[in-house]
């Protein structure tokens, strides 16, 4: 696994290429962006805390991979990251979710990225704890030994018959247990009993989910832990009890001090659809303009930096990179409010995509649409294959569709794609059974697909 931390510029946007094609100038500036965050932390003097990042505005139509730059961008360097659609946010006091909600959502990505990394550290000790605790249920040991097998009735003591045959059983188990001999043998365990669900409304109703979480959890570290009995094959009752066993080894004051350190110094927070709360006229006005200038202004401060208190702690918002993304058909970037833009610095605007880059799309990314139908039909050991003139015909009628219709970039390639192949999977296994190939030709593409060409309301075929 590629480290992040010793990524370049130039090596960042090679690994965005793996898997979306073109928009060059949008990876450039991303690529600057992450690696910008790891010099900041390589700075060791007092100026280290004003270095503030600089945030991005992606324009470009729909489906010309602003989402997916984003999302790539936050594998790469492993770290938080949450999208959220402005267009779901309300002004503070009217019903909705409030701004602060993204911020919450990124300390809960954060967490799960902390808890699975120390999960990871402790599996080792906790499958050996889990073996102990299986054997024990299988094979009980003789009362006055431990694990070890040595009788503590007696100083010096030596091993009784019982004891030692105990240890042999145990041991001739847990050799049947590492082969994997005895997965579907029930047995019972205890479990902690599911903590109970729902509180009800509080106050006048208007806690948002972090308090509401936060309200739960305290009553659930309150009451005392219950425990249930649960009748098991072994091979679940692993599952189970190595959650259990990582979860008593790991330090969760640690994870949570961790994850808000990890989300305030790497956290990427993707806004997308930002134009839709853009004022049409940029000076506001009457009816949905006050909303969306207010959902602005409620903003503003979550993008300059501020303090927001979540259930796992209080994070500053300063050094967290935000991304935000719009068409902008119908208002332009000029139109959000002036403190917003000047947070955006950073402005990129995404090419749409030619018919040739349909065909690099169909054939070059790692997650390429056709590898993807190709290891569905695989799953089931039939074999699919696109000769090259099949895969310009697909390109060109998804091209052409989108001129003719609504231009939704590369996703009208699903909509495409689903339509041609639709009936394979359906016949897949009863007609076309396993080892069964299926060639896609370019005569193909034309004949199943001629009902979208001579078709000129084309408005089902818009996802």
């Not at 090596?11 to 690696?35: F, H, M, P, S, T």
Request: glycine fraction near 6%.
């Amino acid at each position: 696994m590629l480290n992040p931390l010793n990524l370049t510029p130039r090596q960042i946007v090679e690994e965005l290429d793996k898997y979306i094609i073109g928009q060059q100038d949008a990876k450039r500036n991303v690529a600057i962006a992450l690696r910008n965050r790891i010099r900041r932390m390589l700075v060791t003097s007092d100026i280290q805390k004003d270095i503030v990042p600089n945030n991005i505005l992606l324009i470009g139509s729909t489906g010309v991979g602003k989402t997916e730059i984003a999302r790539r961008l936050a594998k790469i360097a492993n770290a938080p990251f949450t999208k959220v659609e402005a267009s779901k946010f309300t002004e503070v006091g009217y019903v909705g979710r409030d701004v602060e909600s993204m911020v919450r959502d990124l300390v809960e990505q954060s967490v799960h990225l902390v808890r699975d990394s120390k999960k990871e550290e402790v599996k080792v000790k906790a499958a050996e704890a889990v073996e102990e605790i299986l054997l024990d249920i299988l094979i009980p040991p003789v009362k006055g030994i431990g694990f070890g097998g040595t009788s503590h009735s007696g100083e010096g003591s030596v091993p009784s018959s019982d004891e030692e045959l105990n240890e042999r059983t145990r041991d001739r188990f847990r050799e049947k247990l590492r082969k994997g001999e005895l997965e579907d043998r029930k047995i019972e365990i205890q479990v902690k009993a599911a903590a109970p669900v729902g509180i009800g409304m509080v106050g006048n109703g208007m806690m948002d989910d972090a308090s509401m979480a936060g309200l739960q959890e305290m009553i659930s570290g309150m009451m005392p832990k219950k425990t249930k009995k649960r009748k098991l094959p072994i091979s679940e009752a692993r599952k189970v009890l190595l959650e259990e066993e990582v979860s008593k080894l790991i330090d969760f004051d640690e994870v949570k001090e961790e994850a808000i350190r990890l989300a305030e110094n790497n956290g990427i927070i993707f806004i997308d659809e930002i134009d839709k709360i853009a004022s049409k006229s940029g000076k506001g006005g009457g009816g949905p303009d006050v909303s969306r200038e207010g959902v602005q202004r409620d903003l503003l401060p979550i993008v300059e930096g501020s303090s927001v208190t979540t259930k796992y702690g209080v994070i500053q918002t300063d050094h967290v990179l935000f991304i935000a993304a719009g068409a902008f058909h119908v208002s332009k970037p000029s139109d959000l409010i002036p403190e917003l833009q000047g947070r955006f610095p950073i402005r990129v605007e995404l090419q749409s995509l030619t018919k040739e880059d349909f065909t690099r799309i169909l054939k070059e990314p790692k997650n390429a649409l056709t590898k993807q139908y190709q290891a569905l039909f695989e799953a089931e050991e039939v074999y699919l294959d696109f000769t090259d003139d099949a895969i310009e015909e697909i390109a060109n009628l998804a091209f052409v569709i989108n001129q003719e219709v609504e231009n939704i970039g590369a996703r009208r390639l699903h909509t495409v794609m689903s339509h041609l192949l639709n009936d394979f999977l359906f016949e897949v296994p009863d007609s076309i059974g396993p080892n069964s190939k299926i060639r896609i030709t370019r005569e193909m593409v034309q004949e199943r697909l001629r009902s979208l060409v001579k078709n000129r309301d084309l408005s089902q075929y818009i996802l």
